[in-house]
């Protein structure tokens, strides 16, 4: 019999909407349940692609024994991470402070009213490795509860406590200058594995920000060795199984420091990051690998993430069914044999297949499997063949059981994937990836945007989800709308971002300029989640702030300057000290060091001049710049809905291109040649 997940729309819920425990949402009446029957709250939190969470839900969630007992001594409820990102900040950083460490699926023990007392993750059905089993955790908190209650609400409220004490104040540490980016790059090389690229020891994750940073700090000073750390990484991750040889994509992480063996779930927003990361580096160096795995991770984001409605799917599982036990296994979609690939291409392209994608008989996963990689010293093989074969190996693994996929629409992702997809059809002359930018663009408008321009978090098959937006939804969608606007020339994307970052001043920035997670106005939690940092994907105080310092440059707003400017105190606190937990941050500081540049390309619509001058406008290198292209002057209807459009006139009745910064703008030029100098001379 379904519990009360069954009319979720969170497929990571309705995975849990079968159990044989009586799950609960998150909502008030879940608490009041508690609080009726005198027991203690047990909180779930996990997503749907996450490994661990689906053997947690198979080993204990599942066994009729083990539901018994959570349903008579707890009442328990499930939150999908994703669609909850409050919760899950203000409860992961009580787990990280008690335990030093965190992750999913997050097992937290709390009172009625919400204070938690007992913490952990993962907890396997029989003790193991030194860890109690899950059905000792249910026994030993319900003993606490019931022997102990005083002891248990003073340890509760000694953790909230703690967290009420933890709120941030950078609004006053200052604006980041060249020093700070200096330290920062410093930080970056003593943390950078020269050997395999990328930063630390296993595991090793996609460290798509810091990249960014390195490209647009090479752009900005011209050091070699950022670029040549970005490029070294890009190329080693390219090459490596994290990446997928056949379809394109990127896996979540590498379990080994040499990118060989991934976690095998692909997330939107890894893709999205990555996919600008490598366009910007083809942009930098005109590498061919770069532009591949541009298109090809594009395309990956296009074919099997893209909804019905035009949107991105949150994610695609690690674990999928194995065709010859029946299990579900991580990475069976994807790894092969030797035996396999001859079983597919034949004798002769099988051994060839192996050797190029290094495919062995011990193999380099498990089970004698192999996830296919690029080594250096593979065999060449001509052009045409390979694509043959990779053709054929693609086919024949879409025949395989496929991994699940999370059909939500999380609109932060979106945002992301919105502006990785117009400026990769911008740069490559791909207009139709500039199309789906377009539709996913829509999507959220028509669907998570309310008439007073609040988001909505998630969506699904089209219907808006009840969580509200956070920081990072409002920072990334107006990030994506203001990448949409410089790529298309429409102004009504310049809008849509406006009433988003002015949302942001309004509702979730503090009177010294730091920023909250979530708004004014939004549930009350124990404690106001306030995380700077970026990890995943960027946090949600350095995409506002990267999304204000844009608009301002876009429209001369100084109140939108300024609060872009006390956000990034953050990173002028905290670039120097962990620069691998602020790459973001750090982006956007080299933007605000480098102006931003402001470009505006006027010109008649029909003219192909003004679509190449345009174009040489988004190809150029400069930190941030923001690009307006339209009709010349506002008098004539072209520039209204573009500031930086206004006034701006032809020289010579051909398209003309206009850079400015700090107040002060270069010669107006007609010549694309020119306009690339303007825009991609280290320190001009």
């Given at each position: ?25 998150w ?6 349940e508690a ?7 047990h909180?779930?939190v996990?997503?749907?692609?996450c490994?661990w969470?689906?053997?947690l ?5 599942e ?8 349903n008579e ?9 994703e ?9 992961m ?8 460490q965190?992750g ?9 009213d919400?204070e ?6 993962y907890?396997?059905?029989e ?22 209650p ?9 953790i909230?406590?703690d ?7 950078y609004?006053k540490?200052?604006t980041p200058g ?18 395999h ?5 296993a595991?090793?994750?996609p460290?798509s920000?810091?990249?960014?940073f ?11 060795g ?11 991750m ?21 990118w060989?063996?991934p ?6 927003y ?15 160096t ?15 984001m ?24 029946g299990?579900?296994?991580e990475?069976?979609?994807y ?10 291409l034949?004798?002769a392209?099988?051994d060839l297949a192996?050797?190029?994608?290094g495919?062995?008989e011990?193999g ?7 996830v ?7 065999p060449?093989?001509e052009a ?11 086919a024949?693994r879409?025949?395989?059981?496929a ?8 609109a ?8 990785a997809?117009?400026?990769?059809g ?7 990836l500039?199309?789906r930018?377009?539709?996913a663009?829509?999507?959220l ?14 969506s ?9 937006g956070?920081l990072e939804?409002?920072?990334d969608?107006?990030?994506g ?10 102004g009504v994307w310049?809008?849509?971002a ?7 001043l309004?509702?979730?920035?503090a009177e ?11 549930e009350?939690l124990i404690r ?5 940092t970026d ?14 310092l844009?608009?301002?440059a876009?429209?001369?707003?100084q109140?939108?300057?300024?609060a ?18 602020i790459?973001?941050?750090?982006s956007?500081?080299?933007a605000?060091?480098d102006g ?14 003004l ?7 988004l190809?150029?290198?400069a ?5 307006a292209?339209?009709l ?9 809905e ?11 009745d051909?398209?003309?291109a ?6 002060v703008?270069?010669?107006p030029?007609?010549?694309p ?12």
């Amino acid at each position: 019999m379904p519990n009360r997940l069954a009319n979720e729309t969170s497929p990571y819920l309705l995975q849990h909407a079968d159990n044989p425990v009586d799950w609960w949402p998150w909502s008030p009446e879940a608490f009041a349940e508690a609080r009726e029957r005198g027991v203690p709250v047990h909180l779930s939190v996990g997503y749907s692609s996450c490994h661990w969470c689906h053997v947690l839900a198979g080993e204990s969630f599942e066994d009729e024994l083990t539901a018994a007992y959570m349903n008579e001594h707890f009442v328990n409820i499930k939150v999908d991470r994703e669609e909850r990102p409050d919760v899950d900040a203000v409860y992961m950083e009580a787990v990280q402070a008690a335990t030093g460490q965190g992750g999913w699926p997050m097992t937290v023990f709390m009172t009625a009213d919400a204070e938690p007392f007992y913490f952990g993750t993962y907890f396997p059905p029989e003790p193991r490795q030194g860890m109690p089993s899950f059905m000792q955790v249910l026994e030993g908190v319900r003993t606490a509860w019931v022997g102990r209650p005083e002891e248990v609400a003073e340890v509760a409220q000694r953790i909230v406590r703690d967290l009420a004490g933890r709120e941030l104040d950078y609004g006053k540490a200052g604006t980041p200058g060249p020093e700070e980016l200096a330290k920062a790059l410093l930080g970056l090389t003593r943390e950078y594995d020269a050997a395999h690229g990328g930063f630390g020891g296993a595991p090793k994750f996609p460290p798509s920000m810091a990249l960014e940073f390195l490209l647009r700090h090479h752009a900005r000073t011209g050091s070699e060795g950022a670029l040549q750390m970005a490029a070294d990484t890009c190329e080693a991750m390219a090459r490596g199984g994290i990446y997928d040889q056949l379809g394109g994509g990127f896996a979540r992480y590498s379990v080994d420091r040499e990118w060989v063996v991934p976690h095998f779930e692909k997330m939107l927003y890894d893709n999205a990051l990555l996919c600008r990361v490598y366009a910007h580096l083809w942009r930098a160096t005109g590498s061919d690998l770069a532009r591949r795995v541009a298109l090809e991770t594009a395309d990956f984001m296009v074919r099997e993430l893209r909804t019905d409605q035009g949107g991105f799917a949150s994610a695609l599982d690690a674990d999928s069914e194995d065709p010859l036990t029946g299990e579900h296994v991580e990475g069976a979609y994807y790894a092969w044999t030797p035996a396999q690939l001859r079983e597919v291409l034949g004798e002769a392209d099988g051994d060839l297949a192996a050797g190029y994608f290094g495919v062995t008989e011990e193999g380099t996963f498990e089970h004698g499997t192999s996830v296919l990689q690029l080594p250096q010293d593979g065999p060449a093989v001509e052009a045409g063949r390979l694509a043959g074969i990779k053709e054929r190996l693609l086919a024949a693994r879409g025949r395989r059981p496929a991994p699940g996929r999370d059909d939500k629409i999380v609109a932060a992702w979106n945002g992301l994937a919105i502006a990785a997809l117009a400026e990769c059809g911008a740069y490559f002359e791909r207009p139709d990836l500039v199309e789906r930018a377009t539709e996913a663009a829509d999507l959220l408008v028509r669907v998570h945007m309310d008439g007073r321009a609040r988001l909505s978090r998630t969506s699904k098959d089209g219907q808006v989800g009840t969580n509200d937006g956070v920081l990072e939804d409002y920072g990334d969608v107006a990030e994506g709308f203001l990448a949409l606007a410089s790529v298309t020339g429409e102004g009504v994307w310049l809008e849509f971002a406006g009433f988003l970052v002015d949302l942001v001043l309004d509702r979730f920035t503090a009177e010294d300029g730091s920023l909250y997670d979530t708004a004014h106005d939004a549930e009350k939690l124990i404690r106001r989640p306030q995380d700077p940092t970026d990890t995943a994907a960027p946090s949600g105080w350095t995409a506002a702030a990267g999304a204000l310092l844009s608009y301002a440059a876009h429209t001369g707003s100084q109140a939108h300057r300024t609060a872009a400017e006390r956000a990034l105190g953050v990173v002028h606190a905290l670039g120097p000290r962990v620069p691998r937990y602020i790459g973001h941050g750090l982006s956007v500081a080299e933007a605000l060091l480098d102006g931003p540049r402001e470009v505006a390309v006027v010109g008649h619509p029909e003219d192909p001049a003004l679509a190449l001058l345009h174009r040489t406008a988004l190809l150029g290198t400069a930190p941030g710049a923001v690009v307006a292209a339209g009709l010349a002057g506002a008098t004539d209807g072209g520039g209204a809905e573009f500031p930086l459009l206004a006034e701006r006139t032809l020289v010579d009745d051909l398209p003309t291109a206009y850079v400015c910064r700090h107040f002060v703008c270069a010669r107006p030029t007609t010549d694309p040649a020119e306009l690339a100098e303007q825009l991609g001379t280290v320190g001009s």
